[in-house]
């Protein structure tokens, strides 16, 4: 549920098994303005080398009042979150995750889709091929 919560489990074990799932939307939950603390928590937690995957996701709100939605609608500058993560080090997967749910896209195939490519975007932008 925090930041702290995280560096907490991480202290956990010194295994390079042990690591997180580090899903950018719920760390950004987090904090009651999360475009002023993403990068930074970004940085801190990809310097560990301890982060095994992202889930690259965007959210309007903040602490216990937010919603999920499309990666280029949140509040978290999604290209300067990918430059926090490249800058730190971080070389694993990125996973586009919960794209808002409509009666136009029930299976949520094309929403997702447009987050892939949006993804992909970012990744050419700042170099990551």
């Known amino acids: ?14 295994s390079p098994n042990h690591g997180l799932n580090f899903c950018q939307g ?24 301890r982060i095994v995957m992202v889930h690259f996701r965007n959210i309007r709100g903040g602490y216990l009042d937010f919603e999920e939605v499309f990666p280029d609608e949140g509040y978290v500058d ?16 990125l996973c586009p995750d919960h794209v808002p749910v409509s009666d136009i ?14 993804t992909r975007g970012l990744l050419q932008a700042v170099g990551i091929r």
């Open 26 to 49: 719920t760390v950004a939950e987090m904090f009651e303005q999360p475009a002023l603390h993403m990068n930074a928590v970004i940085s801190e937690f990809a310097a560990t080398g």
């Open 1 to 14: 549920g925090s930041a702290e919560g995280l560096r907490r489990f991480l202290a956990l074990s010194s």
């Open 78 to 93: 999604m290209l300067a979150a990918l430059q926090a993560y490249k800058a730190a080090g971080y070389h694993g997967p």
């Open 105 to 118: 896209d029930p299976q949520r195939e094309r929403f997702m889709a447009f987050a892939l490519g949006y």
